[in-house]
């Protein structure tokens, strides 16, 4: 059995407060257009028309050559933390990047490949059967952008 995990609170309620990003830049505050814009705490589609945050985040505990860095979005508001065994509502794509890695924060290769959304939680339970890996990401196909983590229920 697997979860969906969300970046952690105490994480989105820093950013949502000002703090600066994985870059030392404070969040940049927008309004949301479209259907396209995820919040990676609660993972549900941020609606058209309210304020939301850019950001660059790291979702690795601290910096070496696996931690990639790069922009999310986030409520600007206080949202509650999403997450489950339930696939989110921000896997709303056809197919996301899927990643596992290591208890050391390392990419274990072999375990990356572009994955239909429906296929997503066999996948992901499929390598976290590995006991190499410790947990898996999951990034959007098209821009590589980080989404959520996977781990084991």
């Known amino acids: ?50 304020e939301m945050l850019i950001l660059a985040h790291r979702p690795f505990p601290e ?13 600007a508001d206080a949202c509650a933390a999403g997450g489950g065994t339930e696939t989110p509502a921000i896997l709303a794509s056809p197919n996301f990047i899927i990643r596992g890695y290591s208890a050391e924060n390392r990419i274990v290769y072999g375990t990356g490949a572009v994955v239909p959304t429906n296929s997503i939680a066999a996948e992901a339970a499929a390598r976290l059967n590995d006991p190499r890996i410790a947990y898996v990401h999951i990034r959007s196909a098209r821009n590589n952008c980080y989404q959520l983590r996977i781990d084991r229920a």
């Open 63 to 75: 910096p070496q050559p696996y931690a990639e860095i790069g922009p999310i979005f986030l409520c």
């Open 1 to 50: 059995m697997i979860r969906f995990t969300a970046i952690p609170t105490e994480t989105a309620r820093a950013y949502q407060a000002g703090s600066p990003d994985a870059n030392g830049q404070a969040p940049e505050r927008h309004i949301a257009t479209g259907a396209g814009n995820p919040c990676r705490h609660c993972l549900k589609m941020i609606a058209e028309g309210a």
